[in-house]
């Protein structure tokens, strides 16, 4: 194997699925941030389960600092809850909601409207979604 074809695709396969996520493309003439840091943790947390903040911070690779701002927003909005742990007081964990479920359902099936109605026919997003999760396997 190719490294260096290897860190190319990787870079090239990014730079695409992040602009068909946040909506950009040129035939659309428009970006939406639709894949955002609080989308991602959502995304994270539904995945998951609960998890402490340094597993979220190093899954995400965001700075505590960022995430501590971001966890705070999220709970005031109902997005998700901070649960202390049984045995250690000391010990957090982030749970979604229902909430924050509804807001990760409705997100997803935006993006997935705007990639397949805009950037993409029907049977290329059909084999897109295939190959990618073929990708998620492999790399799982």
Do not use: W
């Amino acid at each position: 194997m190719d490294k260096k074809n290897l860190a190319f695709n990787l870079v090239t396969a990014r730079m695409l699925l992040e602009n068909l996520c946040d909506g950009f493309d040129t035939s659309c003439s428009s970006k939406k941030s639709l894949l955002t840091t609080k989308i991602k943790m959502l995304h994270l947390l539904n995945l998951e389960g609960r998890l402490s903040p340094s597993l979220i911070i190093c899954k995400l690779g965001v700075a505590k600092s960022n995430l501590a701002i971001l966890a705070s927003t999220m709970i005031k909005e109902g997005l998700i809850e901070k649960v202390e742990d049984t045995f250690d007081k000391r010990v957090i964990y982030y749970n979604i909601t229902q909430k924050g479920q509804e807001l990760l359902n409705n997100s997803l099936q935006v993006i997935n409207e705007q990639v397949c109605d805009c950037a993409l026919a029907s049977d290329k997003c059909k084999k897109l979604n295939k190959k990618l999760d073929e990708v998620i396997k492999l790399l799982n």
